[in-house]
């Protein structure tokens, strides 16, 4: 049995990137993230593993390039705000396929908004945030269990596609403290760093990280192998899970802190003889698409529920091409979601549809 | 007949900035008459005068010369 | 040891030839001294034979293809950037060499706050700020290094310090910082400053595989085509204005974070 420790998830987090044998961490303080700043702070300078507290998150990011782009582990983290000034970087990196993970702890927006939980950038996550065509590996932790598993999932699979991948957390996950257990069979996965810059030697060419394709047709098959590249990931690292979905009448989606609120909602509902399920995104890009569109054959209509107006509802009307209807409950500004208040729509919806 | 040095240009990368004339303490360096395939009039030696010091090479930015000097006997 | 050559039944020494750059053009407009920079430096890193042990950022700016010429593994940095770039490299690799070339655009104005943070932080990296006094590649506007009534295409009427401020001396305050341990300003308009701005490269390239701290070294640049002007009237221009406005000369050749 792997020892038990009382963390937050923010200190989880940083604690599972250090045992997944991080090289790097450059990061900005930030509430509600600082947490994973501060605890990075006391132990890389001590185990001699490179950290920077940089001046700005748009600097943090470009260090993460240069690290990176040495083929080294190497992360940041930040929340709404910062994740906003890094968003020029993280084209960059996106574009030249650096290895790197980010962090997102959500906190409510638009502007500086407040320093309480959301989910009010899920647009930004999944459907690009940079310019250009691109697209982040995007994983949805609920749990500070979670908080430390994926963080070792996030960098293999980064390694795996040089691609920068992005855990989207929020203000709740990472202040909260629960239990956590460490993996103790990690083994990191065999990684080809020829690409990297390391220095040339003389048995290869030089090795040039860049974003810069000037002549158009350059840039246009730069666009097509990072698409062909994307639609791997799309057929292979969809991750979900699924609650009560076998005979659900309603389907209710939620990632993250929604959906353990959600998990709450589904057992009030049944214990009152509503039959409603969960599809949980672990993974909200590549989007689960295929399991909500089996299900959409089931039940009469999904319920998205997210802590934001509406924004991952449109990726489940994509899914379904529509066929079924599907409506939004959420809270924003910070406010957490009320488990009377899904089943009070629940019942509504059951009325109507 | 001996002489001190000489240069060899590169024509076809000469962009004829004349950088390299203005640093020749002996005048050695002028510009053809026809232009080289980008359409720059490039460097030539002009005389024989030259004491292959180098200066032009080493200011040159596109580095398209290489300086020889008659060896020491 | 020299090489030598035979010619006409006459021996040569070699004086210069061409360093061990990749076989590209430069893209760089006549008279540019970008080129003599990267040459500069490629020598130095072929003469130290330690391609193997240094790697180089690009930036935004007319030295964006640097890659291209320079042979050696290099990244290429958003606009400003390059500071955070080899920043993140250096900490990673701290037994090789890093650098950067940058423009004045891009270390002086959108990458201040990277640039001065990184000297502070003494990071033992070598910038390499061309200092030429106007955005090159973007079009010829008025950069922070653009002299006090000197036109480019956003300053039409020459820059109006009332307006714009002062050109800005950043060798002048990177010297200050602890962190720096060489900052010189240097040219590359004649042999003899060619051959000064080899020997800083030299000595900065020695600074940051040793560890020692930044390295600054601005090169006092020109820009023929940005300044409007032949590439034999710049190089009156540069040494007329520029220098004067610009010394050249260490600032410091001691320093960094014991």
Same mark, same amino acid.
């Given at each position: 049995m792997a020892e038990k420790y009382l963390m937050k998830g923010n200190e989880a987090l940083a604690e599972a990137a250090i045992r997944a044998g991080i090289d790097g961490y450059f990061g900005y303080p930030i509430t509600p993230q600082s947490e994973v700043l501060e605890y990075f702070s006391k132990w890389l300078p001590r185990k001699g593993i490179a950290y920077v507290q940089a001046e700005s998150e748009v600097s943090a990011i470009n260090m993460v390039y240069g690290a990176g782009a040495c083929g080294k582990r190497v992360m940041t983290s930040t929340s709404s705000p910062g994740f906003s000034l890094m968003q020029e970087g993280v084209s960059y990196i996106a574009c030249a396929q650096i290895p790197c993970v980010l962090v997102n702890v959500q906190r409510g927006g638009p502007g500086l908004g407040t320093i309480q939980p959301s989910q009010g950038d899920y647009f930004q996550a999944v459907k690009g945030g940079g310019h250009g065509d691109y697209r982040l590996i995007v994983l949805t932790p609920n749990s500070v269990q979670e908080q430390a598993d994926m963080v070792y999932k996030a960098f293999d699979l980064s390694e795996k596609y040089l691609n920068p991948v992005l855990i989207l957390s929020d203000g709740a996950l990472g202040q909260m403290m629960e239990t956590v257990e460490f993996k103790e069979d990690y083994v990191r996965p065999e990684f080809d760093d020829s690409w990297a810059t390391t220095g040339k030697m003389t048995n290869r060419g030089m090795n040039t990280i860049t974003s810069l394709y000037i002549k158009p047709e350059d840039m246009e098959k730069k666009n097509f192998e990072l698409q062909a590249k994307y639609k791997i990931i799309e057929e292979n690292e969809v991750d979900y899970e699924l609650c009560h979905m076998d005979d659900a009448e309603i389907g209710y989606i939620a990632y993250g802190l929604s959906s353990r609120i959600v998990k709450k909602a589904v057992d009030i509902a049944r214990e009152q003889g509503i039959k409603v399920g969960l599809i949980r995104p /672990?993974?909200?890009?590549?989007?689960? /698409?295929d399991v909500i569109k089996k299900y959409s054959e089931q039940v009469k209509a999904y319920l998205s529920i997210e802590m934001s107006v509406g924004q991952m509802i449109e990726d489940v009307k994509l899914a379904i091409d529509c066929k079924i209807p599907v409506e939004h409950y959420g809270k924003t500004g910070g406010i957490v979601l009320s488990t009377e208040e899904i089943i009070e729509k629940t019942k509504d919806m059951l009325n109507k549809y | 007949m001996e002489i001190k040095g000489y240069i060899e240009v590169d024509i076809q990368k000469c962009k004829g900035c004349q950088l390299c004339a203005t640093v020749c303490p002996k005048a050695v360096i002028g510009y053809s008459d026809k232009t080289n395939d980008k359409g720059y009039y490039y460097a030539i030696m002009v005389?024989?005068?030259?004491?292959?010091?180098g200066n032009c090479a080493i200011v040159c930015p596109d580095s398209v010369i290489t300086a020889y000097r008659a060896a020491k006997k | 040891m020299a090489e030598t050559i035979t010619k006409n039944g006459q021996e040569f020494d070699v004086v210069w030839k061409k360093p061990n750059l990749q076989k590209n053009d430069m893209h760089y407009c006549p008279g540019c001294a970008h080129g003599t920079l990267e040459k500069l430096l490629q020598e130095v890193i072929d003469e130290k034979g330690i391609q193997h042990q240094i790697i180089g950022v690009s930036p935004v700016g007319c030295a964006v293809f640097a890659y291209d010429y320079m042979n050696c593994d290099m990244q290429e940095a958003a606009h400003g950037r390059a500071c955070a770039l080899a920043t993140g490299i250096k900490r990673v690799m701290p037994e090789h060499a890093v650098f950067t070339i940058q423009g004045d655009g891009d270390?002086?104005?959108?990458g201040l706050a990277e640039t001065l943070h990184a000297c502070n932080r003494g990071e033992s990296i070598i910038i390499l700020f061309y200092n030429n006094a106007i955005y090159g590649m973007t079009g010829g506007q008025m950069a922070p290094t653009t002299l006090p009534g000197q036109i480019t295409s956003s300053s039409p009427d020459g820059r109006d310090p009332k307006l714009s401020g002062m050109p800005l001396k950043v060798a002048n305050i990177v010297k200050e910082f602890d962190g720096t341990c060489y900052v010189t300003r240097q040219a590359a308009n004649n042999a003899v400053n060619a051959r000064k701005l080899k020997k800083a490269i030299e000595k900065a390239v020695d600074n940051s595989l040793n560890n020692r701290g930044t390295s600054f070294i601005e090169l006092v640049g020109n820009c023929p085509s940005g300044w409007k002007l032949t590439p034999v009237e710049s190089y009156k221009w540069w040494e007329e204005n520029m220098l004067k406005y610009y010394p050249l000369g260490d600032l410091k050749t001691e320093g960094g974070i014991k």
């Open positions: /672990k993974t909200v890009w590549p989007f689960p /698409k | 005389n024989e005068d030259c004491i292959g010091c | 270390l002086a104005s959108i």
